[in-house]
């Protein structure tokens, strides 16, 4: 296999793990709200203390599994951009993706997403801890 089949299939598996994570996200959603639609329905205080933290173990694994496929695409990403320095340096054809995603003035939007995503998943867990005590 030569560089630029590997590429195409390296760039393949990231769209792989992109749609991966949507659905992660999407079923835990769906899973948690059924979950608390449940709970909700049922009289107050007859749910048994440990069924109540059912949703948040749910999204706390949820969010693992997405950060493995996040540093995953990381690590992809890192070795398809020594590919484009390989394949682009020599020749006048426009930097690729990776490449021009990692340079300087992308940086802070690179931050923004990873970090963004982070800040996401944590208040997701807080507010289930939160509301998971109410019930």
Known sequence: MNHIEEYKLLQKEIIYYIGANTRTEFYCAISVGAIYAYYLSQPSGKLPST???IPL???????????SFVMHMFAISKYLRQIEEFA?????EPVGWHRYWKQKENRFLNFVGVY????????????CFLFSQSL
């Open 88 to 92: 682009f340096t020599e020749s006048n």
């Open 51 to 53: 069924v109540k933290y």
């Open 57 to 67: 173990i749910i999204i706390a694994l949820c969010a693992l599994r997405c950060l």
């Open 116 to 127: 963004a995503g982070v800040l996401v998943w944590a208040l997701a867990i807080v507010f």
